[in-house]
T-cell receptor, first 114, second 113 residues
Framework: QQQVKQSPQSLIVQKGGISIINCAYE??????FPWYQQFPGKGPALLIA?????SEKKEGRFTISFNKSAKQFSLHIMDSQPGDSATYFC?????????????FGKGTLLTVNP | KAGVTQTPRYLIKTRGQQVTLSCSPI?????VSWYQQTPGQGLQFLFE???????NKGNFPGRFSGRQFSNSRSEMNVSTLELGDSALYLC????????????FGQGTRLTVV
């Protein structure tokens, strides 16, 4: 059972454009939603995270939009740069429960063309 | 502040052997989680340790085990290696239990031949 569905699998954007990656979850007990960025040969790096009490969180060029009723959240990368080319993972956790784990989406390979 | 350190970075083992991977968390972090990353299955949770106790275990066979020491350093062990165990093994540390504000190491690339 895939609890976090991520789309698209791959995305090509021109420099300066907006990259949008979407995730949908099933478990309504999830209450922590981070995004990770991973470059080849590196571990995932925490980019930005949100909790369900807010609908949007922005950090620099990265914004998370959260829709609790639709059980969806998305990552927007404004003014995308070639250096943003990486694989992006959404994840979710029931931080108040006893699972103590992140459930990850399958990842989106982002390519930003110069 | 040093990040999460995983050793070794690369390993090549033969089917049937066993392997031990090590993870040193960020100073002050008491939670260590392990994940397996493969192209087909993505990132899958193996187990989580907090204060030397395993709090949760993922859906992996008993050949996968781990432990955490009093200094929060953690090791994972895979016995009787199979070809399908070839993967990037990632360790993440966080201040509190679980995945909140979890920071990953660079991983150990295990190849089973």
């Amino acid at each position: 059972q895939q609890q976090v569905k991520q789309s698209p699998q791959s995305l090509i954007v021109q420099k300066g454009g907006i990259s949008i990656i979407n995730c949908a979850y099933e478990n309504t007990a999830f209450d922590y939603f981070p995004w990770y960025q991973q470059f080849p040969g590196k571990g995932p790096a925490l980019l930005i995270a949100i909790r369900p009490d807010v609908s949007e969180k922005k950090e620099g060029r990265f914004t998370i939009s959260f829709n609790k009723s639709a059980k969806q959240f998305s990552l927007h990368i404004m003014d995308s740069q070639p250096g943003d080319s990486a694989t992006y993972f959404c994840a979710a956790e029931n931080s108040g429960g006893s699972n103590y784990k992140l459930t990850f989406g399958k990842g989106t390979l982002l390519t930003v063309n110069p | 502040k040093a990040g999460v350190t995983q050793t070794p970075r690369y390993l090549i083992k033969t089917r049937g052997q066993q392997v031990t991977l090590s993870c040193s968390p960020i100073s002050g972090h008491r939670s260590v989680s392990w994940y397996q990353q493969t192209p087909g299955q993505g990132l899958q949770f193996l187990f989580e340790y907090f204060s030397e106790t395993q709090r949760n275990k993922g859906n992996f066979p008993g050949r996968f085990s781990g432990r955490q020491f009093s200094n929060s350093r953690s090791e994972m062990n895979v016995s009787t290696l199979e070809l399908g165990d070839s993967a990037l093994y990632l360790c993440a540390s966080s201040l509190i239990q679980g995945g909140t504000e979890a920071f990953f190491g660079q991983g150990t690339r295990l190849t089973v031949v």
